[in-house]
């Protein structure tokens, strides 16, 4: 009796379950490829405008305020660089940090069928997550290089930066998602609160507007975590002066470990949660 206590214990040792998942997440990176190539052929399959969809949404929300602010319909603060530039530079990041944290929780829906039938790690749905993101964010920086160039704000050597920080960006967005995974598949509310509370966060971040200079505003969205990424991404592109690049980095630190938890949380939950659901 003492034996099985025991490793029942082991069992649940987080760190034992951390490097289970470690190990899971490695073996498993041919399956995550295949998962991965099948996605997109499939998302893509059948739409005329294919991978263009990648960063249309984006580009419209730019669209939109850049015609708010060039017809004077909304005053924005000045932003030092070409308005064009800098609203969609915001709008593709925060489009990255979006997908990033609805990532795990299709990823694993979409998969839904498969986990209740054949037994495979996974950590291969977060990898293949990850590899999507990766592909659709590779389409988003040519993009955005192009107005870059366009709009006459040139190379700056920050750029080569730019890659690294869309890496913190994932990173970010894949952390929270892991943890809204397991409570999206018990409970469908939680995708459409989620998609509610990102459209609602944006407002508060400065994704197509700068942080005002005074005012309850500034101080929400210099507390704000996600003001960091935006603006350090952005200002590695545009050769801006990198102001949050300190909090940019403590935000980052921070996922670290929070990511390690959320591999675990969703390691043991989600065999249970689909199990749950198909009794």
């Given at each position: 009796?003492?034996t099985k206590i025991?490793?029942?214990?082991n069992?649940?040792?987080?760190f034992k379950?951390?490097?289970?998942s470690?190990n899971?997440?490695?073996?498993?990176?041919?399956?995550?490829?295949?998962?991965?190539?099948?996605d997109?052929?499939?998302?893509?399959?059948?739409?005329?405008?294919?991978?263009?969809?990648?960063?249309?949404?984006?580009?419209?929300?730019?669209i939109?305020?850049?015609?708010?602010?060039?017809?004077g319909?909304?005053?924005?603060?000045?932003?030092?660089?070409?308005?064009?530039?800098?609203?969609?530079?915001?709008?593709?990041?925060?489009?990255i940090?979006v997908?990033?944290?609805?990532?795990p929780?299709?990823?694993?829906k979409?998969?839904?069928?498969?986990?209740?039938?054949?037994?495979?790690?996974k950590?291969?749905?977060?990898?293949?997550s990850?590899?999507?993101?990766?592909?659709?964010?590779?389409?988003?920086?040519?993009?955005?290089l192009f107005?870059v160039?366009?709009y006459?704000?040139?190379?700056?050597?920050?750029?080569?930066?730019f890659?690294?920080?869309?890496?913190?960006?994932?990173?970010?967005?894949?952390?929270?998602?892991?943890?809204?995974?397991p409570?999206?598949?018990?409970?469908?509310d939680?995708?459409?609160?989620?998609?509610?509370?990102?459209g609602?966060?944006?407002?508060?971040?400065p994704?197509?507007y700068?942080?005002p200079?005074?005012?309850?505003?500034?101080?929400?969205?210099?507390?704000?975590?996600?003001?960091?990424?935006?603006?350090?991404?952005?200002?590695?592109v545009v050769?801006?002066?990198?102001?949050?690049?300190a909090y940019?980095?403590?935000?980052?630190?921070?996922?670290?470990?929070?990511?390690?938890?959320?591999?675990?949380?969703?390691?043991?939950?989600?065999?249970?949660?689909v199990?749950r659901s198909n009794?």
């Open positions: 009796m003492e025991y490793q029942k214990e069992n649940l040792n987080f379950l951390l490097k289970a470690l899971d997440m490695y073996r498993s990176r041919f399956l995550a490829r295949q998962l991965t190539v099948r997109i052929s499939a998302q893509y399959r059948q739409s005329y405008l294919g991978i263009i969809w990648a960063f249309i949404m984006p580009l419209t929300t730019a939109v305020w850049i015609f708010l602010n060039g017809t319909t909304v005053k924005l603060s000045d932003t030092g660089v070409p308005y064009p530039v800098y609203a969609f530079s915001g709008t593709l990041v925060w489009s940090i997908g990033a944290i609805n990532a929780l299709n990823g694993t979409s998969a839904k069928g498969i986990i209740s039938k054949i037994n495979f790690p950590e291969a749905l977060i990898v293949s990850i590899y999507k993101l990766l592909f659709d964010s590779s389409i988003k920086i040519i993009i955005l107005f160039f366009v006459g704000v040139g190379f700056h050597a920050s750029m080569l930066l890659p690294f920080a869309i890496l913190g960006l994932i990173l970010f967005g894949v952390t929270l998602g892991m943890f809204m995974a409570l999206g598949l018990l409970y469908h939680i995708s459409k609160l989620l998609t509610m509370g990102l609602l966060v944006m407002y508060i971040t994704v197509v700068a942080v200079k005074t005012g309850l505003m500034k101080t929400v969205m210099e507390w704000n975590p996600l003001t960091a990424l935006i603006l350090t991404s952005r200002d590695f050769g801006g002066s990198l102001d949050y690049v940019y980095i403590w935000v980052v630190l921070a996922c670290i470990p929070l990511c390690f938890l959320a591999l675990v949380f969703y390691r043991i939950s989600i065999p249970i949660i199990e009794a």
